[in-house]
């Protein structure tokens, strides 16, 4: 049997990766951004759609605020992505 022993003068630590200070991501939406994403979600023929429909409807017309997954994120952060 093996024994594996710690090195001289070490201890266990503990993690503190939450404690991590996180940079903002470069690509993140800016407030204007966002706001549009709402607005245009907000429309009234948008109104009782989702996301997974809004995002195609908008593109065959030539507009495009942003990913399906982004346009969830923006909605989900003010909570309207509700039944």
């Not at 991590?20 to 939406?29: S, T, V, Y």
């Not at 809004?54 to 399906?68: H, R």
């Amino acid at each position: 049997m093996r024994v594996i022993s710690k090195p001289v003068g070490s201890s266990v630590k503990q993690d503190r990766r939450s404690d991590a200070d996180r940079p903002i991501p470069f690509r993140r939406l800016g407030d204007e951004e966002r706001k549009n994403i709402v607005e245009t979600c907000n429309r009234t023929e948008f109104a009782s759609l989702p996301p997974s429909h809004i995002v195609p409807a908008l593109t065959d017309g030539g507009e495009y605020i942003g990913s399906e997954a982004t346009v969830y994120r923006a909605l989900k952060g003010i909570g309207q992505l509700n039944h």
